[in-house]
């Protein structure tokens, strides 16, 4: 399988990089930038063909991987597709997890297998991504022929791959961006709360840690401890009443507590008394 790249950024060379090691021939790398190619060389190696012309790509390979940010792909799709290009049985997939494969439509008209490879990771530079790949869940989706080249690199660069339908993508990246992107958030919000009071985050990681593990070892509903599933009232009481004038705090703490009410709700443990006092609290969606 001769693997060609368009976009010399954090995920196309580390995924490049890995793929190289793994022993796959990555035949040519394009990007808009020269440095971003000069970059991107160490990684991928000498003998692949660094260009700035992303159709070059396609006469040496079978498999392009298009990663460049989400905004370009359709951009990509739509030049490569007019330069009028033979890819007939090539399979050209992209690594958003937002978008689904037939964010490269304009290809399949050419006669190429379209295909989406998300690495389900955070990649902050080249060499964090390089580090991660191997314990990296790839979640896969696109045309039923694409799927064996998809499956083949998956497994040779990442821990397991998974199957996606087209129409879950959505609620996919959803998912990554609450327990990800939005656990930063929750945290940051936390810390805002914590500097009031002259204290930093620090002192917190082993608890968040813990809560973490507890979460990988029992999954999320088991592992929530605190005043909610304590049925304690008068403690979410003093809560409420120490966020006057933190609107936004306020905010998160009732619907994030509404969530955990539910919780406390499947597991039965706290009395209906208990429930009721903690729904007038916190107030009905
Ligand atoms: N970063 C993550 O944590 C992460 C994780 C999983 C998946 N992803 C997905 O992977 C994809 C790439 O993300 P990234 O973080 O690697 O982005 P990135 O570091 O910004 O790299 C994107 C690269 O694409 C190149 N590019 C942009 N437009 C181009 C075009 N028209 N033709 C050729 N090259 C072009 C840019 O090249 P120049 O520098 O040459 O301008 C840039 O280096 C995105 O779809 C993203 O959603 C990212």
């Known amino acids: 399988m001769n693997i060609g790249i368009i976009g010399a950024g954090k995920v196309g060379t580390a995924l490049g990089c890995v793929l190289k090691r793994k022993g796959f021939a990555v035949t040519a790398v394009a990007s808009r930038r020269q ?7 160490p990684y991928i190696g000498e003998e692949s063909i660094y260009t700035l012309d992303n159709g070059r790509v396609f006469a040496s ?6 990663t460049t940010q989400d905004r370009e792909i359709h951009k990509v799709a739509d030049q490569i597709s007019a330069q009028g ?9 992209h690594t958003s997890g937002a ?3 037939c964010e490269l439509s304009p290809l399949d008209k050419k006669g190429a297998l379209l295909g989406s490879f998300h690495p389900l990771q955070t990649f902050p530079d080249i060499e964090a991504g390089i580090a991660v790949l191997p314990e990296t869940y790839i979640f896969i989706e696109g045309d039923g022929a694409a799927l064996p080249a998809l499956r083949t ?7 397991e791959w998974k199957l996606l339908a087209r129409e879950s993508k959505v609620l996919y990246h959803l998912s990554a961006v609450f327990v990800c992107n ?13 500097k009031r009071i002259g204290i930093d985050i620090e002192p917190f990681y082993p608890i968040i840690r813990a809560t973490l ?6 999954g999320p509903l088991s592992s929530l401890t605190g005043p ?4 304690d009232a008068g403690t979410i009481e003093a809560h409420l009443t120490a966020m006057q004038g933190m609107e936004r705090a306020r905010e998160v703490y009732r619907s994030l507590s509404r969530v955990a009410l539910e919780m406390a709700e499947e597991r039965g443990e706290v009395g209906a008394e208990q429930l009721a006092a903690l729904k007038a609290l916190l107030g009905e969606d």
């Open 35 to 41: 440095a971003s190619l000069d970059r991107a060389r």
């Open 61 to 66: 390979a079978d498999v392009v991987a298009v």
């Open 85 to 93: 290009i033979a890819l007939e049985g090539k399979v050209v997939f």
């Open 99 to 101: 978008h689904a494969s």
């Open 153 to 159: 690199l998956a497994s040779a660069v990442g821990r």
């Open 182 to 194: 939005l656990l930063c958030a929750l945290l940051y919000s936390g810390e805002g709360i914590m």
């Open 213 to 218: 593990r507890n979460i990988e070892a029992k």
């Open 228 to 231: 909610v599933v304590r049925g």
